[in-house]
């Protein structure tokens, strides 16, 4: 399972990144307009730290101005895929930048249908929103499982990329579903990391060490 970081943040990025584990980064407007600085600067900045995909989300509505936003952004570096809402417009634009060469990440993913869209339009990636989904009482790992049998069904290339991550627990059932990418805010990274009962171990390990050196 491939993992990404959910931030924008430089600082976050960084501290992920030498873990060893960092396989991609997404942004969205939010995101992004949470750090100092110019947008693109911050995105060119990202793409040179992390060597995989960096998601830059258009903000036009119309398939031909998200066309053109993604054109724009494709420039500021190699590595960006560009996000695109999956609605009516989303879908006409993704087949369109597929016929280019750009990347999609197909995102605010709330059903198994809006993925199968995304995956015949020819998006890269697919992301479900499983955070926001349970936060309107959905379970939004069900959505993720169904996402993932679809797919299957027919082989489609879509990667599913689970967002809207809040928990350890999301992460776990994605990987156990066999999702091909969690994308996880840097709070969720370090819970990850660490393990109380490690902690705990080796305060007791370096005690006992402590009467050995003694004897
Ligand atoms: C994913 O690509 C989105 O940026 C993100 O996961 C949204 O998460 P939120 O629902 O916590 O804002």
Redesign the pocket.
């Known amino acids: 399972m491939k993992v990404f970081i ?1 931030t924008a943040n430089i600082d976050e990025i960084k501290r992920a990144a030498e873990l060893g584990l960092l396989d991609g980064v ?3 407007p ?2 992004l307009s949470r750090e100092k600085g110019n947008f693109r600067d911050n995105l060119k900045s990202i793409c040179e730290i992390v060597d995989g995909p960096v ?1 830059a989300e258009v903000t036009a509505l119309d398939a031909d101005n998200m066309v053109l936003q993604a054109e724009d952004l494709s420039r500021i570096h190699k590595n960006i895929v560009i ?1 695109i809402p999956s609605t009516r417009d989303g879908l006409i634009a993704t087949k369109q930048l597929k016929g280019k060469g750009i990347r999609v990440n197909m ?1 605010l993913c709330f059903s198994p249908l809006q993925a199968l869209l995304a995956a015949k339009a020819g998006a890269t990636f697919i ?1 479900p ?1 499983v ?2 989904l349970d936060d309107v009482s959905h379970v939004g790992m069900e959505v993720v499982e169904q996402i993932i049998q679809i797919y299957e069904n027919y082989g489609y290339e879509t990667e599913v990329l689970v ?4 928990n350890p627990l999301h992460v776990v059932e994605a990987a156990l579903m066999g999702a091909d990418i969690v ?1 996880m ?1 840097f709070k969720v990274i370090e819970q990850i990391v660490k393990h109380p009962l490690t902690d705990v171990g080796i305060k007791k390990f370096l005690a006992d060490w402590e009467k050995v050196k003694k004897d």
Do not use: E, I, M, Y
Request: aromatic share 6%; no cysteine.
């Open positions: 959910d997404t942004t969205n939010t995101l998601s996000k995102t992301s929103f955070g926001r967002a809207s991550v809040r994308t805010p």
